[in-house]
């Protein structure tokens, strides 16, 4: 059974920077893509980027170039970096993996920036 783990989430100040982690655990050969997510409680859950099989990356327009999505070398852990940080980044970051047309997703890590 493969699981998803985040970490790094923290209380920050608006302009300062974190670093999310995501690894899979399980027997895992590797995944299509590798996403993060994020969700305010009483909205709904929202894409934030995406890194895919063949290392492309894609981003929210809203995050302006703030964010960037990496992974390891094994393809089992991925990480979200995140600078320049707004009070409205605010929220539960989770994790999700694709292995064909099934998604994994992690339990979140809570993320909050102050102004």
């Known amino acids: 059974q493969v699981q998803l783990v985040e970490s790094g989430g923290d209380l920050v100040q608006a302009g300062g920077s974190l670093r999310l982690s995501c690894t899979a655990s399980?027997?895992?050969?590797?995944?299509?893509?590798m996403s993060w997510y994020r969700q305010v409680p009483g909205n709904e859950r929202e894409w934030v980027a995406g890194?895919?099989?063949?290392?492309?990356?894609k981003y929210a327009d809203s995050l302006k170039g703030r964010f960037t999505i990496s992974r390891d070398r094994t393809g089992k852990t991925t990480h979200l970096q995140m600078n320049s940080l707004e009070p409205q980044d605010t929220g539960v970051y989770y994790c999700?993996?694709?292995?064909?047309?099934?998604?994994?997703w992690g339990q979140g890590t809570q993320v909050t920036v102050s102004s």
């Open positions: 999700r993996a694709s292995l064909g047309t099934a998604n994994i």
């Open positions: 399980g027997r895992i050969t590797s995944f299509s893509a």
């Open positions: 890194i895919y099989s063949n290392g492309a990356t």
